[in-house]
Each structure stands twice: as C-alpha cells, then as structure tokens.
C-alpha cells in the first residue's frame, strides 16, 4: 500500500495480496433480471391475498419463483381453455396484431398488459407473491373451480412419466382452496361451516334417521399447514374441524375417502376438501406437481409437518 502524497492511502491493485474485490452489484441475490421479469416480480407483488378469495397455493423450488410463476401462468392459460373454455389474452392479442413488430414493442406490450390498472378486476387468474420464501398464490375467479383445475393438471402430471413431457421443472405442489378467511378461531369456525357442508354431514346437523346415520358416511383426514403464524396451532385447529363433523363420519389418516385441507398463512386461512388419491398422498419428485401437501411443507415450522393423505 502507498500514499499519493497527501497523505491518502492508494488501493494496490495488482492484488498481490489474494484480496481482490468487486463492487457488489446487489439486486436479485446477485441475480441479474431483465425488465419484464422486473415488472412481473413487481405486478405480483403488488396484489394481495383478500378474504373471500379462492384459487391455489403453489410451491416452489427456493429463489425460483419467477420461474415457477411463468410456468403457472402457462399451465393456467391452457387448461383454463380446455376445461373452462377462457379464451387467453395472448391468443386474443395474436389475432388483432396481423403486422410484425420489433422485440421492443413486444416488451412494452407484455409490461403494459401485466400492470395492475390494465388487468381486468374479474381475470379468471391473479398470480399472487406471498412475502416468503417458496410460495405463491393463484387467485381463481369463475367460472374456473380451482379444485377441478388442480386435480386435471396433477393428473395429467401423473400419467406423464417421461420427463418431457412434463409441464413444469420448479413447480412442487399445488393445492386448491375453496375459500378463504380470517385466521381466528372465528374465520376458522366460519370458512368450516361453509366448506364442509358440502361434503360431510355437521354436527350441529344431526336430524337425520337412525337408519340414516351410516348411509352418506365417508371417511376423512385433516391435513392443516401453518405458515408464518403463531396464533392458531396445529393440533387445535384439528381438534375444531373434526368436533364440527358428525359422528358418523370416521377418522382415517392412512387411507381417507376425502382430506380436509386447511392452509393458514400469515392472517389468512383457506380450506377445500379433495378427493383423496395417490396425487394427494404422493410427492415425490419435485419436477412433477402434486395435489394436497407434501411430506414436509416448506415455511412450516420443524417438527409440525404431517403427511397428507
């Protein structure tokens, strides 16, 4: 090291003592973007999950969330056509534009379409970006039934088994919510009671005939997954949903008739019963979706994970 005369210290920079260094560049943990994966990454960061709201949560693979959203989005606008008949936005815009436009216009388009006040407020899909790490969230708007649309596409994924075929490289798991609400002990009680109606005799339901009690019965397990939260706990959230059901419907954590999902996150709690299924029980492979929970939930706090039917 020497001075420049002044009594100031000049940076040897033949780095001759091993310590060469770079400016840090910061942004996507050193990642470089480029604008529309700016401008996406802000779009879905700019929405927020809203009581009421129904759809799917989606796992993915750590710091692959831009990835695993430009996949979602693909498969939503596919089998949105196919099942619900939604015509994309894309196929739309393919149509109108009959003359060729230069790479920069294309990019102000996309950037333009994915803003907010351009989307329409009833756009079958919203991809939400939850504040943490692994995990977004695809808002669903009718005539698309989220537990429809998820048991197609990881059945599909299923019978897939050669790797190219697969729709998705850094999608894990998706799992359908009917309805979402507060993630009190009241939210609780209320999503419960208008979720589990459809599928299970209540409770609080118990008019029906003796000869009657066994003859709608059906199995089932509760699976919950807690994110981020630390007022509700897991097994009192068991315990609630299970007193809500009628006796007549028994407990069976190894091979249920239906699962009941419940997904708690931050403030917000959704709940959807499923058909259970290999698809719900099976997650291995992280490159082929899968329905329901996995083995051990991402975000979900050590020890508490349950496997789900």
Known sequence: METNGKGKRKHDASGADGSGWKRSKGG?????MTPSHKTKLAAVR??????????????????KEMRAADEILSICEEYGQK???????????AAEDEEPEDIETAIEKEIAAMRPANKPKDAPFDLLKMNVDCVLFMRTRAPVDPLVLVREICNDAAVAKDKSLWRSRFIN????????????????????MKVLSDHFRLADAETEEKDDSEGNACSYAIRPTIRAHTTLKRGDVIEKVA???????????????????????????????????????????????????????????????????
């Open 173 to 192: 798991k998706l799992t359908p919510i009917t309805l979402t609400g507060k993630a009190t002990e009241k939210g609780l009680e209320d999503v419960a």
């Open 28 to 32: 996507n943990q050193g990642k470089w």
């Open 83 to 93: 099942l619900f008949g939604i015509n994309s936005d894309a196929a739309d815009e």
């Open 243 to 309: 007193d809500m059901i009628s006796k007549r419907h028994k407990v069976d954590l190894n091979n249920p008739d239906k699962v009941i999902v419940v997904e708690i996150f931050q403030t917000f709690l959704g709940m959807s019963v499923v058909a259970a299924s290999k698809s719900t029980a099976d997650s291995e492979g992280p490159k082929e979706p899968t329905e329901g929970e996995d083995s051990k939930p991402e975000g979900e706090e050590e020890g508490k994970s349950q496997h789900t039917a």
């Open 46 to 63: 700019g929405r927020s999950l809203e009581v009421g709201d129904m759809g799917f949560w989606v796992t993915c693979q750590r710091q």
